[in-house]
């Protein structure tokens, strides 16, 4: 459950306001950790390309996730506002004090984030009409997911969570990179062919964080 006001007010936590969209991993991420951390969010929901969308006013490049600050300060991507939510209250260590744990952690989250782009890149292009779209693009951007949940698999094996056998950040980013190309690339047959990453991701979609983050059917 989230910390209430009062509960806020007392570890001196201010209200913070999340720009999100449902299907975003990377504001997934950002709103996993939040309820692992117990920090009570406010989340807008905002539309990407729409030039009336108070995204502008706050991030220049018009991404998501976007943290707003209760001063007005924007944080932005999603490594940084996960960073910066993970320091404000000491519920559940996601990012390990010693330092070699947390490179680990980083490293996780910055591969599962990478391959999160090159699934966001293959999903842009084949929206382009079938007559634009590049296949050089497309094979271009799946060996980098196929290559990355190859690796993925083969670090997660034998293990219950990715980084000294302890729940943490990087399999949050795991875990929402999973749910992603589950819902939006159906091509790649990711659950038999990577059967190590399916039952890591069968364990993640048991937490409440995950449950109630789920990616909205379109």
Same mark, same amino acid.
């Given at each position: ?20 969209? !449902?299907?975003? !991993? ?8 939040? *309820? #692992?951390?117990?920090? /009570? ?12 969308? =108070?995204?502008?006013?706050?991030? !220049?490049?018009?991404?998501? =996730?976007?943290?707003? *600050? /209760?001063? #007005? ?20 260590? *996601? ?6 744990? +947390? ?28 007559? #634009? ?9 799946? *060996? +980098? ?9 083969? /670090?997660?094996? +034998?293990? +219950? ?33 990577? =059967? ?11 937490? =409440? ?5 789920? !990616?909205?059917?379109?």
């Amino acid at each position: 459950m989230h910390y209430n006001s009062a509960q806020n007010e007392k570890l001196g936590l201010e209200r913070m306001k999340l720009l999100y969209t !449902p299907n975003s !991993p990377y504001a997934r991420k950002v709103r996993i950790v939040a *309820l #692992e951390k117990h920090i /009570d969010l406010s989340l807008q929901e905002v539309v990407l390309g729409d030039s009336a969308s =108070p995204l502008f006013q706050y991030n !220049p490049l018009g991404k998501v =996730p976007t943290l707003v *600050l /209760d001063d #007005e300060t924007a944080l932005y991507d999603s490594r940084v506002i996960v960073e910066y939510l993970s320091a404000r209250t000491p519920v559940n260590h *996601l990012l390990p004090s010693e330092h070699k744990f +947390k490179v680990e952690v980083l490293r996780w989250e910055a591969l599962a984030d990478g391959v999160c782009d090159a699934a966001v890149a293959i999903m842009i292009e084949q929206r382009k009409p079938l007559g #634009e779209q590049s296949t050089a693009t497309l094979n271009k951007h799946l *060996l +980098k997911v196929v290559n990355g949940l190859a690796t993925l698999n083969k /670090d997660i094996s +034998k293990k +219950k969570w990715c980084v000294n056998e302890t729940f943490s950040l990087a399999d949050i980013a795991v875990g929402c990179l999973l749910g992603f190309i589950d819902s939006r690339l159906k091509q790649v047959n990711w659950q038999n062919d990577y =059967p190590a990453l399916a039952k890591h991701f069968t364990v993640l979609t048991k937490r =409440p964080s995950f449950k109630e983050t789920a !990616p909205v059917a379109s």
